[in-house]
């Protein structure tokens, strides 16, 4: 919009003098006096200076004070949208001064409308919410928590929504059923909901500082030099039973770029992106 506000402005003195040249020429078309003006250039330039700037999208990060949540609410600040989280504990242990820039909600996608007010003026949605527990609180956590949110976006007309979800894990699957189901029936359901604008991250392992109260927990130490050394055995990774322990780590910074491009890029593709596909999307130049 500013480049064409510029060109515009740029382009005025060359217009005055074409619309003089017209009209000494035809003596019909474009004046520059108000009285006179014809419709085509009725679009005053400076007029369009003073037009208000495109709306900015509005992102709602679910979970956004959990350890991928935080970087995704930073990362989406660092790239200028307006940003909110929603989590039960609200902003929590947070003590960073990007955490001052962001809205905090506090609320529980499971309880029914505590955290609806979160939504208002959302364009995007992120959903870092899921846990570990019993099966049946984390289907509930994986599944449902995120069912609910993805419904009540759809139904307040949200255009896009990204969801962390999580890779198979093979022979883990059996043992956290309810994780792995609950995380499925939460891609089912954004599937139907968001064909167009519903995209599922599914990462293995997630590497990078993790921030428990005032203590920084560097996970890199373990996490990077296993993305280097799995990211060359790929072919491990197709075996069966044991590969899906094969899958690369990924870097929660670069988790958080993907995140944000596929809540807010009207041209990313809907579906699901796997590791390969994050790491690939994470070398991909931000627009
Ligand atoms: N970390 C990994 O290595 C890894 C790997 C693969 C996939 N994932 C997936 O990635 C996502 C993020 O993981 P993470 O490590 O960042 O987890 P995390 O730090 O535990 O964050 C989970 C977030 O969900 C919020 N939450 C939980 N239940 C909620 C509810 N009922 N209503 C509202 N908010 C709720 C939590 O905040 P409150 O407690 O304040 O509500 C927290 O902010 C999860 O879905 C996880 O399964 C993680």
């Not at 899958?247 to 944000?260: D, G």
């Amino acid at each position: 919009m500013r480049t064409v506000v510029s060109r515009l402005i740029h382009c005025r003195s060359s217009i005055s003098r074409l619309a003089e040249m017209t009209k000494s020429t035809n003596g019909r078309y474009q004046s520059t006096e108000p009285d006179e003006v014809d419709e085509p250039y009725k679009v005053k330039e400076a007029e369009t200076v003073n037009v208000p700037p495109l709306p900015t999208e509005k992102l709602l990060v679910l979970g956004g004070n959990g350890f991928v949540g935080s970087h995704i609410c930073r990362e989406a600040l660092d790239r200028g949208l307006s940003v909110a989280s929603l989590s039960r504990s609200g902003r929590s242990s947070l003590h960073d001064s990007w955490a001052n820039n962001v809205t905090w909600y506090k609320g529980n996608l499971l309880s029914a409308d505590s955290w609806k007010e979160a939504l208002n003026g959302v364009t995007a949605v992120i959903s870092c919410v899921g846990g570990f527990g019993s099966n049946s609180y984390m289907y509930k956590i994986n599944g449902t928590a995120n069912i609910n949110a993805i419904r009540a976006a759809s139904e307040q007309g949200v255009k896009r929504f990204a969801y962390i979800s999580a890779a198979d894990f093979g022979v883990a699957n059996y043992l956290l059923q309810g994780y792995y189901e609950g995380k499925r029936a939460a891609e089912t359901e954004l599937l139907t909901k968001f064909p167009y604008g519903g995209v599922i991250l599914r990462p293995g392992f997630i590497y990078g500082t993790r921030s428990v109260g005032s203590m920084k927990i560097p996970l890199s130490v373990v996490g990077s030099p296993l993305e280097m050394v799995l990211q060359q055995a790929r072919p491990l990774s197709q075996l069966p039973l044991v590969g899906p322990l094969f899958t690369p780590p990924v870097n929660v910074t670069s988790l958080a770029k993907v995140a944000v491009r596929a809540a807010t890029d009207p041209v990313f593709p809907p579906g699901i992106v796997d590791v390969y596909g994050i790491q690939r999307y994470s070398q991909h130049k931000s627009k």
